[in-house]
Structure formats: structure tokens, C-alpha cells
């Protein structure tokens, strides 16, 4: 039994050694695997949000509240029987750009106390149109439309739809118009 070998102390080292790099390289591993999930896990959240919500907004969009516009100070200072064109600015918002949009209304009153208001965009192509004095319509350049100064009804042209009519409010003597742009070139008033 003399004859036995001892185990070489030195040579348990190296596999020691060995034994240790390798739980190291393990440990090593298993960290960058997950440094790299919590990465990708952040990048997902980071691109699925916007993502999720460029579906989700149009299904959960708001309707747009009606604005109020003060067209007119005083109604005793309008002319009865002769519309007359009001311009104003509206400000708009679209995601981070704001601007400053110029919108018209047509107010037209035939005893003084009830007023109708037109949008100011023509229902075939959206184009400005005009008071002819001589015809006492409305008439669009554009494509000779024309419409009726009391109802807004299509008289001539290609308009599809009469004049869009907003509502009205008179308050202390002012004359406020709710106003509100609808879809262009359709036979149904839709909110655009």
C-alpha cells in the first residue's frame, strides 16, 4: 500500500481552476442574457406604445367640440334683406404643429331677429364664394355653382349638397356662430 500515489496537489489546481472559469463564463453568460432581455423588453415598450396607439387613436378619437365664434358686435348695425361675409381666425392643432387657419361665415337675417350662418367653403370643392348683387345668390367662381341666399339651396352648378348652415346665437345683442367644417364633394353633411 506504500506504493499508492498520493493525488498531486498541483494537479487538482488546474481543474480547480478550469471548474471556476467555467461558472464564471456561466454567470457571465446568464448576465448579458439578461442585460439583453431587459433591452429588448424596454425597446418593445419604447416602439409597441406608439405603435398600439397610431391603431387605437382614429376608434377613440374625440369628437370635435364646437367652437363659438363672435361674428358680429351689435345686430342693430346689420344690414336686413344683404348677407354679409365674416372672416376670422381659428387655431388648429396637429400633433405638435399649431397654425392659424382663415375660415368665413355668411350671416344673413331677413327681419333682424333670426340670422342664418353659412360656412364660407363652397360643398363642391371647398373654394370661397361670392355675393352676387345682381343675381341676389350666392355664386361659386370655381365651377358655377349657385346657391340660394335664404336657404342655401343649390340653384346651379355641380355642388352636391346646399350651403352647410351652422348654428346661430344671439347673446347680448351679439351674434355668435358655432362654427364646424364638413366633408367636401359627398351629398351628406359630414363632419370632416
Known amino acids: 500500500m506504500g506504493d499508492q500515489l498520493e493525488p498531486d496537489p498541483t494537479s487538482a489546481v488546474p481543474g480547480a481552476l478550469a471548474m471556476l472559469a467555467a461558472n464564471g463564463q456561466g454567470s457571465r ?3 448579458l442574457r439578461w442585460i439583453s432581455g431587459i433591452g429588448a423588453t424596454i425597446s418593445g ?3 409597441g406604445i ?4 397610431s391603431f387605437a387613436s382614429p376608434a377613440l378619437a374625440k369628437p ?3 367652437s363659438w365664434i363672435k361674428v358680429a358686435e351689435d345686430i342693430a348695425l346689420l344690414d336686413i334683406g344683404v348677407p354679409i361675409r365674416v372672416d376670422f381666425l381659428t387655431d388648429q392643432r396637429d400633433a405638435w404643429v399649431e397654425s392659424r387657419t382663415q375660415n368665413a361665415v355668411w350671416l344673413y337675417t331677413e327681419d333682424g331677429a333670426k340670422f342664418k350662418a353659412y360656412n364660407g367653403h363652397c360643398t363642391h370643392l371647398g373654394c370661397s364664394y361670392y355675393y352676387d348683387k345682381d343675381l341676389k345668390t350666392f355664386a361659386c367662381p370655381c365651377h358655377r355653382g349657385q346657391f340660394d ?3 342655401g339651396a343649390v340653384l346651379a352648378g355641380p355642388p352636391p349638397r346646399p350651403l352647410d348652415e351652422l348654428p346661430v346665437e344671439i347673446r347680448d345683442s351679439s351674434v355668435f356662430v358655432s362654427y364646424r367644417d364638413f366633408r367636401l364633394g359627398v351629398s351628406e353633411k359630414l363632419g370632416a
Open 29 to 31: 453568460r446568464r448576465f
Open 45 to 47: 415598450v419604447l416602439v
Open 50 to 53: 406608439p405603435v398600439l396607439r
Open 64 to 66: 370635435q367640440p364646437a
Open 149 to 151: 341666399v335664404k336657404t
